[in-house]
């Protein structure tokens, strides 16, 4: 049996309680999480425990708040006032825990299943966010990673091109894969807005109805947009919904074509709010 996971963000309790729901067995099954294991829940540290312990049965992306550890850890930017990420800092092993995140992917794929942290833009299909990826996932696994989080940071550019190098083509694939929710119509991206879809202001569309996407069709699962919600569709599947903020946190079985729903109601550890 193989589990699409939503953002745990260091909500260790309620990931406990869901594969305790799932009757969950390493020797039997998988699961993947769709990033944002750490940062905003209570227990960040017990949380890459958990997964760490599950051996080769676990997956786990890296999102958003698992870069910002990272960029934390190497005194690139600066811990902000909700984040909860003192206990992987101040741990005995913090250095053997810092590379363990670094190691994670930014793109899998599962039982015929894209899986990402937020997003892709329209100009991709699964095999171009699969390779480049792998460009990224490179730079975060290699020698140069202090220099790599110092150009990570910043909004541009906002709309892909082939001929993009260096820290702009690094920063755009981060940015699509673990920041985007909304694009407007020729595929730029946009960071201003977290609403739900209903809530898009004019101009912008959920990065899943850009017109022209080259990957419809092609199932694809992620998290991140907590005000998105469940969405459950035959080539999409939205997973994030809102463990850190008192929602649940969810896990859908996906192996040979399924598409089963468990999920668990989760002690809110943050109130929604400017960050």
Known sequence: MHYLIGDLQGCCDAFDRLLAELDFSPSRDRLTVLGDLVNRGPASLRTLRRLRDLGDAADALLGNHDLHLLAVAHGVRPEHRNDTLRDILEAPEREAWIDWVRQRPLALRRE????VHAGLPPQWDTARTLALADEVQTMLRGPDLRDFLTVM???EPARWREDLRGADRWRFVINVLTRVRFVDADGTLDF?????????????VPWFEAPGRRSAGEPV????????GLVNRPDLLALDTGCVWGGRLTAVRVDGGRREVTQVACQQAQVPGPV
């Open 112 to 115: 015929g299943w894209l899986c």
């Open 153 to 155: 940071y910043g909004n």
């Open 192 to 204: 201003k807005t977290k609403d739900g879809a209903l809530q898009a202001p004019p101009g912008l």
């Open 221 to 228: 699962a992620f998290g991140h947009w907590s005000t998105l």
